[in-house]
C-alpha cells in the first residue's frame, strides 16, 4: 500500500469477502449481495487525544479481524485496492481467531 496513514482515531479496513452462496447451494449473484460487514484492519491511526490532551492509542491494530457496522466508513480507491476509512468507534468489535 502507498505510505498512507490514517489521522486521529481512524482505521483502513479492507472488506472481507462474503459467502457466495446460500446454505442450501443457491449461488447469490453479485446484484443481489450485500457488501460484507467484516473486514481487516490494514492501518490505523495514532489515536484521539483525550480532554488532558494526551494521546490515547487505539484498541485494534493492522492485522485484527473486525465487525463493522453497515453504513460504516468512506469507501475511497488506494493503489487501485477498493478500502474503507472508518472512526475507531465505527467497529463493533474484533474477531479472534
Known amino acids: 500500500m502507498t505510505k498512507f496513514r490514517p489521522l486521529h482515531d481512524r482505521v483502513v479496513v479492507r472488506r472481507l469477502e462474503s459467502e ?6 443457491i449461488i447469490i449473484p453479485d446484484t443481489a449481495k450485500e457488501k460484507p460487514m467484516e473486514g481487516e484492519v ?5 489515536g484521539a487525544r483525550n480532554e488532558q ?5 487505539l484498541d485494534v ?6 465487525l463493522f457496522g453497515k453504513w460504516s ?9 477498493e478500502l474503507l476509512i472508518m472512526k475507531e468507534s465505527d467497529i ?3 474477531i479472534s481467531a
Open 42 to 46: 490494514v492501518a490505523v491511526g495514532p
Open 20 to 25: 457466495q452462496k446460500t446454505a442450501g447451494g
Open 53 to 57: 490532551g494526551q494521546v490515547v492509542a
Open 92 to 94: 463493533l468489535g474484533i
Open 73 to 81: 466508513g468512506t469507501e475511497v480507491k488506494i493503489d487501485g485496492e
Open 61 to 66: 491494530k493492522a492485522g485484527d479481524r473486525i
